[in-house]
């Protein structure tokens, strides 16, 4: 019995975390370039409507993604346009990202409140899945969820060994440098910033394909908000990122065991303890000032004007 209920709360962590990470982890790459994206909320919300009526439509969940992550990239070139070329404040189109997102999902879904929409399938390795506790929780999660983590591990190995990662960290520390070199600062942005919304797009699919499969208003319940936390207050380390995204998740998932005990704990402290968690937990972490510094993108929210 204390096996299956551990078994069971450590898939739901696992499940809980993935929307985080994705879009944490293209937020992490969008700000190593020297962007501050606030949009993520709006990018999530896109993706998740645009995945969930592409499934619905076709009956195919991998439709969906594809569908979901066109929709996250199509707002992130909005924002690119917006700040890298027409030169607006990057907080407030952030902002203005967010907001457009919540009424466009909240528009486009009206038709589909309460539709059930395929999901996406679970992994099942014969024998291998069927191990206690590993098997379910390493083995039996859906592609999502190992995509997540294999783009975290990618993005850290890009970021730190190779020629890309150096030039992205450089346009992001000293974008006037990196131009005088021949870098072009503008298209190495929007490169960015289309994967982060891309990344963002599949974290907003997964709310509405794997995670609740059903179409609700704000699927997404500040997630991308968190993501964009998670991503500061770990000091833009990666591995930070993994820790907090599954401390969120644990968090969750214990408020939900808490209340299923019966314990008088009033519900709107249990709602928010997994956002107050993750944030006292993160807070701790970047402590560390002189990581901070160190690791924080000299140019992050500073505009750049091309000179001739």
Do not use: C
Request: glycine share 10%; aromatic share 10%; net charge positive.
């Amino acid at each position: 019995m204390m096996l299956h209920l551990i078994t069971s709360f450590l898939v739901s962590v696992m499940a809980a975390s993935t929307p985080l990470l994705l879009a944490a982890t293209g937020e992490l790459v969008v700000e190593k370039s020297g962007v501050l994206n606030l949009g993520v909320e709006g990018m999530m919300l896109a993706g998740a409507i645009a995945g969930f009526a592409a499934a619905h439509a076709t009956g195919s969940p991998m439709t969906g993604l594809v569908a979901a992550l066109f929709a996250g990239i199509a707002l992130s070139l909005m924002f690119g346009v917006l700040t890298l070329t027409l030169q607006a404040n990057q907080t407030a189109t952030g902002l203005a990202l967010t907001i457009f997102g919540r009424g466009f999902s909240a528009l486009l879904g009206a038709g589909y409140v309460g539709i059930a929409a395929p999901t996406l399938t679970k992994l099942h390795i014969p024998l291998l899945s069927d191990i206690p506790l590993l098997g379910p929780v390493f083995l039996g999660q859906d592609v999502l969820v190992y995509f997540a983590l294999a783009m975290l591990a990618a993005v850290t190995w890009v970021i730190r060994n190779t020629h890309a990662g150096l030039v992205l960290r450089a346009v992001g520390d000293q974008h006037e440098a990196a131009h005088s070199l021949g870098y072009r600062v503008v298209p190495i942005r929007y490169a960015a910033i289309a994967f982060g919304g891309a990344m963002a797009g599949l974290a907003g699919a997964y709310m509405s394909l794997a995670y609740t499969p059903l179409w609700a208003q704000d699927l997404t319940a500040g997630r991308g908000w968190v993501a964009v936390a998670l991503v500061t207050f770990a000091a833009w380390r990666p591995f930070w990122l993994l820790i907090g995204a599954w401390l969120f998740g644990a968090l969750m998932y214990l408020a939900l065991y808490v209340q299923a005990t019966g314990l008088h704990v009033p519900t709107p402290l249990l709602s928010a303890l997994p956002y107050l968690g993750t944030v006292v937990m993160l807070v701790f972490i970047s402590r560390d000032k002189r990581r901070i510094r160190l690791n924080r993108p000299a140019m992050l929210g500073r505009q750049f004007s091309p000179r001739v």
